[in-house]
């Protein structure tokens, strides 16, 4: 096959220049940073969008309900003008009638999201509107901030039908690549000191170092880090393909501990808890934790969320989720990859345990 | 140590079960479900009771109440700005306007935050912790789409929920898949099966159908079948199909089989082996129904589905005739190609693998699918093949029925043929019979089998019956059973002899054929106390066309018939085993106009009516004869319809099959691919495959699958033949059962929204919109929590609450299987098309594979 593709190629250049181009613009959009960079880009539109839609539906809302208190007290004014003489049983009356008619509006005015913080930012900022698309991708879905129009609700499902698949592609490929950082440096660690790896005990310890050393300086720097890792991977090994795939055999073989995974996860929540304990006056340490999880694992209740409080002062709304937005992201990633490292391995035990068992034949 | 050793070993055996089972789906399903349900408990029990003495501010019900308070306070205050003089002792508008003004705000106010205080500031805890809502909270947890409704206040609450969720989590995802699985194949099936039961009533289809049901109605069944037989394909060559009687062993078989015959209605069969040939590779199993007419399945009545494959080596035939029929096996002359024609529901599909050896083709017939009920035959795409023998018991005639039926069957044979080669005057259909000689007592030596060989010179091209004879050179093995030999019709020249010797194994097929289905095709079987040997050459004019290379390495010809997989049957054994060219319908003779959709005359488009009315009549022979062929070594054992096949063989087969299948393992997945592509555009096969046992048995995808049963009624009827035909499979399983269009699996999700969206909009009395965004939000787990069932606001709750969550709980689970479904469906869907996409236009080879 690869003799015939290369003969083809031989045989029409222009023809395959192109090909060529094409493959590699697949290929750049199907590389990592062509995935993030998609998956930002999908989440930015998304903002825009649900922006334009909701904030607008938002604002009218709000004039409405400013309108109809309005109108309100002038029917009041109207009943109260025509009693002259005012009796509190008629006049109660008319007047109740009339509050009960305000009160169901702006009953179902709250059902179609008027929240009555009138002169607060407003939910769907463009930050807010980011965020929400992010949690509608990633299908966390905390539902502080919802759609309320007709329209916003349709747009959100034909989002999310795009939205999800492109956030499993890019789950799978940051997942697949973090993993393969992750193994290989700890298969360096492993090969640096020998001697602690020899005992079940050293690994553990060792990891911890290197994540809280990157927990500290917070993610933009494990971002960096991670992203360097493979980077550095591949300059070391003469970074052509053929080193590469022998590093790649390499790796195959190194599993990874699950104890690690989970340390790594813990690490990662217990980094942000911390985090979002700071940012967040109410939350306590616990509830911060909570918050991470009930996130990361895409439940989502929205019992929690990170702007709710911020909104309150005004400055802070944006960087709020914009910290939340990234943590989520880098979040995911690290917590596929770590699904990805620990399936290996259970996989393997499970397998040399039905083998033990005469559960499996050979193959498994 | 013998002891100690069993025990072992059935110790072993119990964990095995006791883990298939739990893997189980349903053991999957019952532990999701108690897990939910001790989650329920388990929240219930924890945030149930401090949640009352500390603060529970509003419950729904409360709500009304609270908002008349706030109202009559506000009123309150309104009177008192116009009582209280002091301030305004005369009413002026502007300023009593001014005083109401915030008292009507903070009215608002007040009403929102009760209306709202249900959502989202952790501190107001609106829905109470009951039972169904702790169920409820459990299996939003547990499937991460947590709407957040309820949400724990303790700290003991959240500790649990992150635990609980840790292992909820993947334990959903495991179940969601295997059901999703599970689903996803149950689905496809019936998308196959529907498809199958549609399509003929396409106009294409009608011809050929209209034809049959005239005849049967005129003449019987059995009649038409035989003419059926006699019928030769204008594309196809036979050049020899002889049926060996199998060795002894297999004599046995046959007995059991015609033993378990009384028991099981339609067991009559005769099982005959052909031992491969020169390289003893290819067996060709016939299955001949207890009349040795080969049934197809009911729904395939008049159709029937014949898959040859020349293996260079050898072939493989298969015949199947009715369910409980007599298994024969004809090897294959030695450089045979093997073509296979399943017949597509509507039409014929003819699948002719090359094999190396080119020359010698043995073709069988394709099944006529005129019928409607004809789809049912599937050739498997995934070398499912099944020819399902009329489920209907057969009832034995008088005499008196018999001989007309005989009469019937014989008149309509030789009308049909006779006219068959009018049409086609270049195509002669000789039968030949050679009852008379026993050419398989040399190999078996076992009694005489009869044996149905078909030979098919090719008239036009004069080529004489090519390799009538030579074929035999497999050892045969074993005579028939109980001598009930296949009958095979003789046509010399025009002339169409029956050779049945006997009447009364006519009679039997006869029985046979019309206890089981007046429609089906009789194939007449000839019980001949001496093993005889049929030859029935079918010359084919236009073999030129079909010709394909002869020497094309299997993979290449798998590979040249992808583009036009459409017009190929369901991808046979997508296998190439270097053996077996590629069972796949390589059809060569097709003309270009290859339709995609096989069904209907896939070949006809192009072909002339005649063509097809040709190919119609080779089908019929089909109908009395199935063949399938499998890759050379798998056939034995497993096409026997009995289960008592004698284990070595099985293991034989077993053994041989995994070698090939690692062998191959690269190719196969290629031909899979094919297969299921195929399959998929092969409307006509109903590929079973789809049943559960067969996706679990992930080992013998490959193997073909003879499924004799009413394809609708009883997908495995016959349970214990499955199974060992499973092992005998030889194309890619499960894949083969072929692909359903993304759109229909959209309209199926969307459908199952729209339904969850009518219910929770008639219950909660929300708009229907609402409803279906609801649904999307929940079943993509995304889960706001801004819409949740049983939270309406201004209401009383009700007992019916807690059925709603209940059911809400279950609308949950169930669509997410189904999303799951759906999923997986899709998923490969995209995949091949995004391969195709970047294999047309070069941009990608393996780096696709990846990203997908």
Not at chain 2, 71 to 79: D, F, I, P, V, Y
Not at chain 2, 741 to 764: D, K, N, Q, S, T
Request: hydrophobic content about 35%; charged content about 20%; proline content about 6%.
């Amino acid at each position: 096959m690869a003799l015939r593709r290369r003969a083809r190629r031989r045989d029409k250049t222009s023809g395959e220049k192109f090909k060529d181009c094409c493959r590699g613009f697949v290929a750049f959009v199907f590389s990592n940073v062509g995935i993030i960079a998609l998956f930002l880009g999908y989440a930015i539109i998304g903002a825009i969008v649900f922006n334009k839609i909701e904030g607008e539906s938002e604002r009218e809302k709000k004039d409405d309900v400013v309108e109809l208190r309005r109108n309100t007290v002038r029917e009041l004014w109207e009943i109260t003008y025509t009693f002259n003489v005012m009796f509190e049983g008629n006049w109660t009356e008319m007047v109740d009638e009339k509050i009960l008619q305000f009160q169901n509006s702006i009953v179902k005015a709250v059902g179609e999201g008027y929240d009555g913080r009138a002169e607060v930012a407003s939910q769907w900022t463009f930050s807010g509107g980011f965020l929400y698309s992010l949690t509608v991708m990633t299908t966390i879905g905390y539902g502080n901030i919802a759609p309320r129009t007709s329209m916003g609700k349709i747009v959100t499902i034909f989002y999310t039908c795009i939205g999800f698949p492109l956030f499993l592609l890019y789950l799978s490929n940051i997942g697949s690549v973090l993993a393969q950082s992750f193994k290989w440096l700890y298969a360096k660690l492993c090969k640096c000191r020998p001697a602690r790896i020899e005992v079940l005990g050293p690994p553990v310890p060792e990891p911890e170092p290197r994540d809280e050393d990157e927990e500290a300086p917070r993610w933009p720097d494990e971002l960096g880090s991670y992203r360097s890792q493979p980077a550095a991977a591949s300059s070391e090994e003469a970074s052509s393909s053929g080193s590469s795939s022998s590093s790649e055999l390499d790796l195959s073989t190194v599993t990874v501990p699950i104890s690690m995974c989970l340390i790594i996860m813990a690490v990662y929540i217990c980094g942000g808890a911390m985090f979002f304990a700071r940012l967040e006056e109410n939350w306590d340490f616990l509830t911060s934790c909570y918050f991470c999880f009930i996130s990361l694992s895409t439940i989502g209740f929205g019992d929690y969320v990170p702007g709710d409080s911020i909104r309150s002062e005004t400055g802070s709304v944006e960087t709020g989720f914009v910290l939340t937005s990234m943590y989520l992201m880098l979040g995911m990633a690290i917590i596929a990859m770590c699904f990805n490292l620990m399936q290996e391995e259970v996989i393997q035990k499970v397998r040399s345990c039905a083998r033990c068992l005469g559960c499996l034949r050979g193959q498994g | 140590m013998v002891k100690r050793n069993k025990k072992c070993y059935r110790l072993r055996y119990y964990i095995k079960v006791f883990f298939t089972h739990l893997f189980s789906h349903v053991g999957l399903c019952g532990l999701v479900v108690g897990y939910s349900v001790v989650g329920a408990f388990l929240f219930e029990s924890l945030e149930g009771q401090p949640a009352e003495p500390t603060e529970r501010p509003t419950l729904p019900r409360d709500k009304r109440r609270e908002i008349d308070d706030f109202r009559a306070r506000c009123l309150e205050e309104l009177w008192a700005i116009n009582m209280n003089q002091s301030i305004l002792p005369v009413l002026r508008k502007p300023n009593w306007t001014e005083l109401t003004l915030p008292k009507l705000q903070q009215l608002e106010e007040s009403i929102i935050g009760v209306v709202t205080s249900q959502r989202s500031n952790g501190r107001v805890e609106v829905v109470e912790w009951s039972f169904s809502s702790a169920l409820l909270y459990s299996v939003t947890v547990i499937t991460t789409i947590g709407y957040g409704h309820i949400t724990p206040r303790t700290d003991g609450g959240k500790i649990m929920t992150i635990f609980y969720a840790l292992i909820g989590v993947p334990l959903m995802l495991l179940c969601l898949t295997n059901i999703g699985q599970l689903m996803a194949n149950t689905f496809r099936f019936t998308y196959w099966s529907c498809t199958v039961i549609w399509r003929p009533r396409r106009p294409q289809a009608t011809r050929t159908s209209v034809r049959y049901s005239q005849k049967r109605s005129s003449a019987t069944a059995a009649a038409a079948a035989a003419a059926a037989l006699t019928s030769v394909s204008p594309g196809m060559e036979f050049e020899e199909v002889r049926s060996q009687l199998g060795p002894a062993g297999d004599a046995a078989r046959a007995r059991n089989a015609s033993g378990g015959r009384t028991v099981i209605v339609n067991e009559l069969g005769v099982v005959t082996r052909h031992v491969p040939n020169d390289v003893g590779m290819g067996v060709r199993a016939v299955q001949n129904g207890p009349s040795g007419t080969l049934r197809t399945s009911p729904a395939t009545r008049g159709g029937s589905l014949l898959r040859q494959q020349h293996t260079p080596v050898g072939t493989l035939m298969r015949q199947q005739s009715s369910p409980a029929g007599t298994l024969v096996r004809q090897p294959s002359s030695p450089g045979g190609i093997i073509r296979r024609h399943p017949s597509s529901p509507g039409g014929t599909i003819s699948r002719q693998p090359n094999g190396p050896g080119g020359g010698s083709r043995g073709l069988l017939a394709e099944p006529s699918l005129s019928e409607p009920d004809c789809r049912g035959v599937s050739a498997g795409p995934g070398d499912l093949l099944r020819t399902s023998g009329p489920a209907t018991p057969i009832k034995l005639l008088d005499k008196e029925t018999r001989d007309i039926l005989v009469e019937c069957a014989e008149y309509v044979l030789t009308e049909e043929l006779s006219s068959l080669l009018e049409a086609s005057p270049q195509r002669r259909g000789v039968f030949r019979d050679r009852s008379g000689s026993k050419s398989q007592t040399a190999g078996g030596g076992a009694g005489a089998g009869g044996i149905s060989g078909v030979g098919g010179s090719p008239g036009g091209a004069g080529g004489g019956f090519g390799a009538s004879d030579t074929n035999v050179n497999g050892p045969s093995e074993c005579g028939d059973v109980e001598n009930e030999t296949v009958a095979v019709p003789h046509v010399s020249g025009d002339k169409l002899v029956d050779t049945a010797d006997d009447p009364d194994a006519i009679i039997d097929v006869i029985e046979a054929m019309a206890g089981g289905d007046a429609e089906d095709p009789v194939t007449p079987v000839t019980k001949n106390p001496t093993s005889a040997t049929n030859h029935v050459t079918f010359s084919t004019p236009v073999e030129s066309e079909k010709r394909q290379p002869p020497t094309p390495p299997c993979r290449k010809s798998s590979l040249a018939s992808r583009p036009r997989s459409g017009r190929n049957s369901a991808g046979s054994s997508g296998r190439s085993s270097p053996q077996r060219p590629p069972t796949f319908p390589t059809e060569v003779p097709p003309p270009p106009p290859s339709v995609k959709t096989v069904t209907a005359g896939s070949v006809s488009p192009s072909s002339s009516a005649a063509e097809r009315a040709r190919r119609r009549s080779d089908a019929s022979p089909a109908r009395g004869v199935n063949i399938t062929f499998d890759s050379d070594s798998l056939s034995l054992g497993p096409a026997t319809p009995q289960r008592k096949l004698s284990s070595p063989a099985r293991r034989a087969a077993v053994n041989i099959e995994h070698p090939h299948l690692r062998k191959i393992s690269r190719s196969e997945k290629r031909m899979r691919r094919l297969a299921t592509r195929q399959c998929s555009e092969l409307s006509g096969a109903s590929t079973l495959l789809s049943t559960p046992s067969s996706l679990d048995s992930g080992v013998y995808s490959s193997s073909q699958r003879f499924t004799f049963p009413e394809p609708a009624a009883a997908l495995e009827p016959e349970p214990d033949e499955l199974v060992q035909v499973e092992v005998v499979k030889t194309a890619g399983g499960q894949r083969a059962a072929g692909r359903v269009p993304i759109p229909l699996v959209l309209g199926f999700v969307a459908m199952y929204i729209c339904m969850g969206a009518g219910i929770f909009a008639w219950w909660e009395e929300w708009r229907f919109l609402d409803g279906a965004y609801f649904c999307f939000i929940t079943l993509s787990t995304i889960g706001f929590g801004d819409l949740v069932p049983g939270t309406k606001v201004l209401r009383a709750e009700t007992q019916e609450d807690q059925l709603k969550l209940v059911f809400c709980c279950l609308y949950l689970i169930l669509g997410l299987a189904i999303i799951a479904m759906s999923f997986s469906l899709v998923q490969e869907e995209v995949i091949v098309k995004c391969k195709e996409i970047g294999k047309c236009t070069g941009i990608l080879y393996d780096s696709d594979a990846e990203d997908e």
